[in-house]
């Protein structure tokens, strides 16, 4: 098993959920996060000013079978990808084990795939 753990844009969350769940993904995680990127630059938008060294994103986390893992990763990046600077970053751990709270059980049979 491993957990999949994508820092994505906020404008493009909504775009990706609605992928991963035609896609098959049937549960995952997501909270807003604030990170500090690379670019250290001021931007105008509308006649506004920011910086842009803070810069909100969402985090989306994914656990699920090895096989699984390859394309849902290219849904998030087919679905992500504007081709500009702050896209986001994926990161892809393992899972040692894992456990159902209501009925105890352990092992990846715990993940309920569609496929």
Known sequence: MKKIEAIIRKTKFEEVKEAL???DINW???HDVHGIGQSRQARIYRGVQYSTDV????AISIVCRNQFVA???QVI????????IGDGRIFVSDI???WSIRTGENGDSVLRDKK
């Open 21 to 23: 769940l035609s896609s």
């Open 71 to 73: 394309p849902t990763i």
């Open 28 to 30: 995952f995680e997501y």
């Open 77 to 84: 990046i087919n679905t992500a990808q504007t081709g500009e």
């Open 96 to 98: 040692i084990d894992t």
């Open 55 to 58: 810069i909100e994103r969402v």
